[in-house]
């Protein structure tokens, strides 16, 4: 698949770094009137450079279906077990997307989900995370909104989420919500 003449990759998926690659040259290539060199770096470590890597399990990569980009918390609720076994584990993302209630701009970011309770399904962490797409909410509302849902569905002992937004007008902000630890240190991450 590839995005030539969309005005972006948002919701765009792609089958491997060298689709992404082609998609930019093709597109880039257009617009600039002449051919363009791209050179990608999937597997660059940025921790040589000061910058951090998520803590915890990724789960960008769990196999899913996508038919519907608009907020649904009972996505979480299609996974919840009571006989669930109980554990403690993080879980990132780096999928979420929501849009900027004044401007509609979108604003990506970073999710830790840090939880002490009922194992949480990737796959459906995963759908939810990605129902944010079309959602209309500063990024402080998302992640207290993101936290209640979780406590709402699986009810963990301990809860931690966190987002890294990528910087808009050159302000970080990084939302915090946690009912066990203090704020983390502010590291940066490769997509800020």
């Not at 554990?87 to 830790?112: H, R």
């Not at 992640?143 to 931690?160: A, G, M």
Request: hydrophobic share 30%.
């Amino acid at each position: 698949m590839t995005a030539t003449n969309a005005p972006g990759f948002n919701q765009t998926k792609f089958d491997d770094t060298e689709s992404v690659k082609a998609a930019l040259v093709s597109d880039l290539s257009q617009y600039a009137g002449e051919e363009v060199k791209v050179r990608l770096y999937p597997d660059l470590k940025y921790s040589d450079h000061g910058i951090m890597d998520l803590p915890g399990t990724n789960i960008d990569h769990v196999d899913i279906e996508v038919h519907d980009y608009s907020y649904n918390p009972d996505i979480l609720c299609e996974a919840v077990r009571e006989d669930s076994i109980i554990v403690s584990e993080t879980l990132t993302s780096n999928l979420l997307k929501s849009n900027c209630l004044v401007t509609n701009q979108p604003d990506w970011g970073s999710l830790i989900i840090k939880y002490e309770g009922r194992k949480i399904d990737p796959k459906n962490l995963l759908q939810y995370i990605i129902s944010f797409r079309n959602h209309n909410e500063f990024h402080e509302q998302c992640v207290e909104r993101i936290f209640v849902d979780i406590k709402h569905y699986y009810r963990p002992q301990n809860l931690s989420v966190q987002a890294r937004y990528t910087r808009r007008g050159g302000l970080d902000i990084n939302p915090f919500r946690s009912d066990f630890e203090n704020i983390p240190s502010a590291t940066r991450l490769t997509g800020q």
